[in-house]
Protein backbone atom coordinates (compact mmCIF):
# COMPACT_ATOMS: atom_id res chain seq x y z
CA UNK A 1 0.00 0.00 0.00
CA UNK A 2 2.78 2.63 0.86
CA UNK A 3 4.21 2.07 -2.36
CA UNK A 4 0.95 2.61 -4.22
CA UNK A 5 0.73 5.66 -2.89
CA UNK A 6 4.32 6.64 -3.55
CA UNK A 7 3.50 6.26 -7.31
CA UNK A 8 -0.18 7.65 -7.44
CA UNK A 9 1.38 11.11 -5.39
CA UNK A 10 3.66 12.46 -7.86
CA UNK A 11 1.37 11.08 -10.71
CA UNK A 12 -1.21 13.22 -9.23
CA UNK A 13 1.00 16.45 -8.70
CA UNK A 14 2.30 15.89 -12.13
CA UNK A 15 -1.30 16.12 -13.51
CA UNK A 16 -2.15 19.06 -11.55
CA UNK A 17 0.25 20.85 -12.64
CA UNK A 18 -0.10 20.15 -16.08
CA UNK A 19 -3.76 21.06 -15.80
CA UNK A 20 -2.75 24.49 -14.44
CA UNK A 21 -0.49 25.55 -17.22
CA UNK A 22 -3.53 24.27 -19.72
CA UNK A 23 -5.78 26.73 -17.79
CA UNK A 24 -3.21 29.49 -17.87
CA UNK A 25 -2.43 29.57 -21.71
CA UNK A 26 0.81 27.69 -21.10
CA UNK A 27 4.46 29.16 -21.97
CA UNK A 28 3.33 30.56 -25.26
CA UNK A 29 0.65 32.02 -24.81
CA UNK A 30 0.03 35.25 -27.67
CA UNK A 31 -2.34 36.98 -24.55
CA UNK A 32 -1.23 41.00 -24.56
CA UNK A 33 0.29 41.23 -21.59
CA UNK A 34 -1.41 44.41 -19.55
CA UNK A 35 0.68 47.16 -19.13
CA UNK A 36 0.75 51.51 -19.62
CA UNK A 37 0.48 53.34 -23.33
CA UNK A 38 0.31 56.90 -23.57
CA UNK A 39 -1.97 58.45 -25.57
CA UNK A 40 -2.25 62.39 -26.24
CA UNK A 41 -3.10 63.88 -29.82
CA UNK A 42 -5.31 67.31 -30.67
CA UNK A 43 -9.67 68.56 -30.66
CA UNK A 44 -10.00 70.46 -33.97
CA UNK A 45 -13.28 72.10 -34.37
CA UNK A 46 -13.57 73.20 -38.45
CA UNK A 47 -9.90 72.79 -38.53
CA UNK A 48 -9.09 74.99 -35.60
CA UNK A 49 -7.74 74.04 -31.98
CA UNK A 50 -10.58 73.64 -29.08
CA UNK A 51 -9.19 75.36 -26.16
CA UNK A 52 -9.88 74.16 -22.88
CA UNK A 53 -12.03 71.29 -24.45
CA UNK A 54 -12.36 67.82 -23.02
CA UNK A 55 -11.35 64.54 -24.46
CA UNK A 56 -12.11 61.46 -22.22
CA UNK A 57 -11.70 57.58 -22.93
CA UNK A 58 -14.27 55.32 -21.15
CA UNK A 59 -13.03 51.30 -20.60
CA UNK A 60 -15.42 49.33 -23.37
CA UNK A 61 -17.43 47.04 -21.41
CA UNK A 62 -18.11 45.34 -24.23
CA UNK A 63 -14.53 44.85 -25.56
CA UNK A 64 -13.48 43.69 -22.28
CA UNK A 65 -12.07 46.82 -20.54
CA UNK A 66 -13.57 48.13 -17.14
CA UNK A 67 -12.40 50.62 -14.80
CA UNK A 68 -11.31 54.26 -14.43
CA UNK A 69 -11.61 56.77 -17.46
CA UNK A 70 -8.67 58.62 -18.38
CA UNK A 71 -9.19 61.89 -19.70
CA UNK A 72 -7.50 65.33 -21.21
CA UNK A 73 -8.48 68.84 -21.22
CA UNK A 74 -6.73 70.55 -24.58
CA UNK A 75 -4.43 73.04 -24.39
CA UNK A 76 -4.81 76.66 -26.75
CA UNK A 77 -3.71 74.19 -29.65
CA UNK A 78 -6.22 71.65 -29.02
CA UNK A 79 -3.58 69.32 -27.66
CA UNK A 80 -4.15 67.11 -24.90
CA UNK A 81 -2.81 64.26 -23.06
CA UNK A 82 -4.35 61.45 -21.49
CA UNK A 83 -4.39 60.97 -17.65
CA UNK A 84 -5.47 58.42 -15.20
CA UNK A 85 -5.11 59.49 -11.64
CA UNK A 86 -2.37 61.68 -12.18
CA UNK A 87 -0.03 59.99 -14.14
CA UNK A 88 0.53 60.07 -18.14
CA UNK A 89 0.14 56.06 -18.87
CA UNK A 90 -3.16 54.41 -19.58
CA UNK A 91 -3.76 50.34 -19.48
CA UNK A 92 -4.17 48.97 -22.54
CA UNK A 93 -7.25 47.79 -23.93
CA UNK A 94 -10.58 49.32 -26.08
CA UNK A 95 -11.97 52.69 -25.82
CA UNK A 96 -14.90 54.71 -25.74
CA UNK A 97 -13.89 58.46 -26.24
CA UNK A 98 -16.16 61.37 -25.81
CA UNK A 99 -15.45 64.71 -26.61
CA UNK A 100 -16.75 67.94 -25.47
CA UNK A 101 -15.70 71.83 -26.31
CA UNK A 102 -15.28 74.69 -23.85
CA UNK A 103 -18.11 76.72 -22.70
CA UNK A 104 -17.21 79.49 -24.86
CA UNK A 105 -16.68 77.18 -27.99
CA UNK A 106 -20.46 75.96 -27.86
CA UNK A 107 -21.79 79.35 -27.35
CA UNK A 108 -21.02 80.29 -30.90
CA UNK A 109 -21.07 77.03 -32.43
CA UNK A 110 -23.14 74.05 -32.16
CA UNK A 111 -21.25 71.14 -31.32
CA UNK A 112 -23.07 67.67 -31.39
CA UNK A 113 -23.86 66.79 -28.40
CA UNK A 114 -23.66 62.75 -28.58
CA UNK A 115 -19.87 63.43 -28.98
CA UNK A 116 -19.88 64.23 -25.20
CA UNK A 117 -21.46 60.50 -24.15
CA UNK A 118 -19.19 57.84 -24.69
CA UNK A 119 -21.94 55.14 -25.14
CA UNK A 120 -23.74 57.48 -28.30
CA UNK A 121 -20.30 59.21 -29.60
CA UNK A 122 -19.52 56.06 -31.82
CA UNK A 123 -15.72 57.06 -31.54
CA UNK A 124 -13.28 53.98 -30.22
CA UNK A 125 -9.90 53.74 -30.36
CA UNK A 126 -7.46 50.67 -29.37
CA UNK A 127 -4.77 51.35 -27.06
CA UNK A 128 -1.65 49.26 -26.93
CA UNK A 129 0.89 47.76 -24.36
CA UNK A 130 3.93 50.29 -24.31
CA UNK A 131 3.28 52.44 -27.09
CA UNK A 132 2.70 56.40 -27.41
CA UNK A 133 -0.77 56.61 -28.92
CA UNK A 134 -1.65 59.97 -31.33
CA UNK A 135 -5.21 60.46 -31.49
CA UNK A 136 -6.72 63.69 -33.29
CA UNK A 137 -9.95 64.29 -33.01
CA UNK A 138 -12.09 66.74 -35.83
CA UNK A 139 -15.38 67.61 -35.77
CA UNK A 140 -16.96 69.37 -38.69
CA UNK A 141 -20.08 71.49 -38.04
CA UNK A 142 -22.01 73.92 -39.99
CA UNK A 143 -21.42 77.02 -38.69
Given at each position: MKTVLQLIIPVVALAGGA???ALSGGCGSNAPLPGPATVRGKLLLNGQPVAGGLVVFT???ERGRHGKSAYGETGSDGSYTLQLEKANA???????VSL??????TASVT???KLS?????????????GKEHVFEFEVAVKE
Open positions: VALPHPIPAGWYRSPAPAVFPARPDLSGIEREVQV
